[in-house]
């Protein structure tokens, strides 16, 4: 594998699918590839937040796999990738990963991550979490590798617009595999 870094992005159906098309963004401008691969859910969110159709959102990816392709190349241990990143995290894709339930290829993807101990972030979408949302997180958080990630608001950083705490959060997960972003601002 070259020195290019190499993400998964998977999007969930959970609202705030801005955040997984800010790690698509992040990705091209740091000169990262992206592969993206988004659930239905995901697609109907995109278009309710963003006003955007799937072809639309996905254009910012470099590689784009059909959910329901479990033979694509990210379902394979083999295939060179530096890790993923689902943004939104649904805690119904949360409750997939968390059993290995891999009946999609957004979830058998983050499941290889698992297995190859790879970086999984995880940005977990819901409040107030149910116990049975704790005890998959809490499952999810022995497992080497993953990291839950819910995006909570920062205030250290200055930010003055919605963009500004989602660009801070796609920073922020993208960061733990190295990659930085411009615009992202640390703690001083």
């Known amino acids: 594998m070259d020195s290019k870094k190499r993400v998964v992005i998977g999007v969930s159906g959970a609202s705030g699918s801005l955040l ?29 937040e963003l006003g955007m159709d799937f072809d ?8 784009v796999y059909d959910n329901r392709n479990i033979g694509a190349s990210i379902a394979s241990g083999t295939f060179p990738i530096d890790g ?12 997939g990963i968390a059993c290995g339930y891999s009946d999609n290829l957004l979830l058998r993807a983050a499941d290889v991550q698992m297995k190859e101990q790879r970086r999984l972030v995880l940005m977990a979408r819901e409040t107030p979490f149910s116990p049975i949302h704790i005890d998959n997180m809490e499952k999810l958080c022995r497992v080497p590798g993953v990291m839950i990630m ?15 705490m989602v660009h801070h959060m796609a920073c922020k997960a993208l960061a733990s595999f190295g990659i930085e972003c411009s615009g992202y601002k640390r703690w001083e």
């Open 150 to 164: 819910p995006p909570m608001l920062t205030f250290y950083n200055g930010p003055s617009t919605l963009q500004d």
């Open 56 to 63: 639309e959102f996905a254009s910012y990816a470099d590689v």
């Open 20 to 48: 997984g098309l800010e790690c698509l963004k992040c990705l091209r401008e740091a000169g990262a590839e992206s592969h993206l691969v988004m659930s239905r859910g995901a697609e109907i969110t995109a278009k309710q």
């Open 84 to 95: 993923m990143v689902v943004a939104p995290c649904s805690m119904k894709t949360l409750a």
